[in-house]
């Protein structure tokens, strides 16, 4: 799916996208990163296929296990090496499957087009590259650009401080050429990013100190400065921060996602701690903004770590029509999809309960809930209690299947929800309702991560063969 014969990888419009043209939209496998860090199997994290075509007798089953070369890598995020934004360029094609390691710092590229239900290793960039080349590690967000080159964004330096850098590697060597940037000022911090030519702009958020934040969240680190607080803005030709928009202290802008129509100057981040989304955009002196649309209030709680439970607000994205906005609360356990058809006035059309530390039965009480009259009963599928909580989101390129998985960051989920370990994670599937809105779990769907061959295992990040809502820019 998402080949165009001669034109180059991906679609020409994400409305095209989304309709399928020129290429089926429903997507029939997933590739997943399953991580084992933390979790007390020693063995390597591996890169999973899932098959996701209800015609299949393999529906729902983990078909491949790619098996990385190392252990202790924390596979997290991952992108292509070409996308939609090549499009066009018949010389590029969607081949590599790009996968940072966010403790080890290292790259794996995985061919995903020699077989695409059995992909295989292709070459690994190792974290000594991206420290003598670009004075930069633990790498997350992974985008192609049009140039065909591919463009990450690191947390920090290879001593484990804080650096907002970016790192590109060739698109064909996958060779690191240094950093993107061309000198001036670095955010202390790193995180997400999204660019938009259209508008000369990329924009980048913080997370945390890599040292501070791999060994779980202590709330004394945010009064220290450790978490991120801004959307850093630079110049796309230029390759210079031109702008910092302060969030406040505790906001950790996390996901940030542009509309996907190339000529909209505005998007939404979301800021875990704070729980509030923020729209950017770009006012009319061309400097840009960020205004809050929307808030999840913290909930008073007993029997938790503190007093006040954050919705934990961990991952965004957008349908590729611009109509949609969906979140999770992973601390809170919720899915909320919000139309914004009026971006600057969001409107909650659908939620979903799917695990979470506040349902019935559990160890924390709710004392004062500013949302709900009632804590949430516990989510159950096919006889199986969901451990976790909602946290990485993927839509389908039509809008009506919202692929959810449970697992943050194996140090986090240790901390949080210990339970995860043991069993592991889950990939759960919603049906959404693109006319109205809502939100509905999918019952028949369950690849349960807990009863994979080497030990339950932590999947996360969800990408298909054929582009996706996250991965795809367009020019």
Not at 205 to 224: H, I, M, R, S, Y
Not at 431 to 460: I, M, R, S, W, Y
Request: charged share 25%; glycine share 10%.
């Amino acid at each position: 799916a998402g080949k165009c014969g001669a034109c180059g990888p991906g679609y020409p419009s994400p409305l095209e996208a989304m309709k399928g043209v020129p290429a089926g939209p429903r997507e029939q496998l997933l590739y997943l990163p399953c991580i084992y860090r933390n979790t007390g199997i020693d063995i390597p994290d591996f890169l999973a296929t899932v098959d996701v075509d209800p015609k299949s007798p393999q529906y729902c089953q983990v078909i491949h296990r790619l098996p990385m070369p190392h252990v202790g890598d924390e596979l997290h995020h991952s992108g292509w090496n070409a996308c939609s934004s090549c499009h066009g360029d018949p010389g590029k094609s969607r081949r590599f499957l790009i996968l940072p390691s966010l403790i080890s710092s290292r790259i794996y590229v995985v061919d995903v087009a020699t077989d695409p239900r059995a992909p295989r290793l292709h070459k690994v960039v190792e974290a000594e590259e991206l420290a003598r080349k670009a004075n930069a590690a633990f790498p997350h967000t992974s985008h192609c650009l049009g140039s065909g080159e591919i463009l990450i964004s690191c947390l920090g330096d290879p001593d484990g401080n804080g650096r907002g850098t970016f790192v590109l590697l060739d698109g064909e060597t996958f060779e690191v050429k240094g950093n993107w940037e061309k000198g001036g000022k670095i955010p202390n911090l790193g995180y997400d990013f999204w660019y938009q030519p259209r508008h000369n702009v990329l924009l980048s958020t913080e997370w945390g100190v890599p040292e501070v934040l791999a060994q779980g969240f202590n709330p004394k680190d945010v009064e220290k400065g450790h978490y991120g607080q801004h959307i850093n803005v630079w110049d796309w030709r230029e390759r210079r921060l031109v702008q910092e928009l302060d969030l406040g202290a505790g906001s950790i802008p996390l996901e940030i996602r542009f509309l996907h129509d190339p000529s909209a100057a505005q998007g939404f981040v979301g800021c875990a701690l704070s729980g509030d989304i923020r729209r950017f955009y770009r006012n009319t002196e061309g400097k840009w903004e960020a205004e809050k649309v929307i808030e999840v209030p913290s909930k008073k709680v007993q029997g938790w770590l503190l007093p006040e439970m954050p919705g934990l607000i961990t991952d965004i994205l957008i349908s590729l029509d611009d109509r949609f906005l969906y979140f999770s609360n992973w601390l809170h356990g919720d899915v909320r999809q919000y139309d914004i058809s009026d971006p600057k006035n969001p409107k909650l059309v659908g939620q979903v309960f799917l695990g979470g530390s506040i349902s019935k039965g559990g160890a924390v009480t709710v004392v004062e809930d500013r949302e709900l009259r009632d804590q949430p009963e516990s989510c159950v599928i096919q006889g199986k209690r969901i451990p976790g909580g909602p946290q990485m989101l993927q839509l389908s390129l039509d809008g009506r299947r919202l692929y959810v998985t449970t697992s943050l960051f194996s140090a986090w989920d240790q901390q949080f929800y210990p339970s995860l370990l043991k069993e592991g994670s889950v990939l759960l599937q919603l049906d959404v309702d693109t006319a109205q809105g809502g939100l509905a779990v999918n019952p028949k769907f369950l690849p349960d991560f807990g009863k994979e061959p080497g030990g339950p295992c932590l999947a996360h990040e969800v990408r298909y063969p054929g582009g996706d809502c996250t991965s795809d820019i367009w020019l």
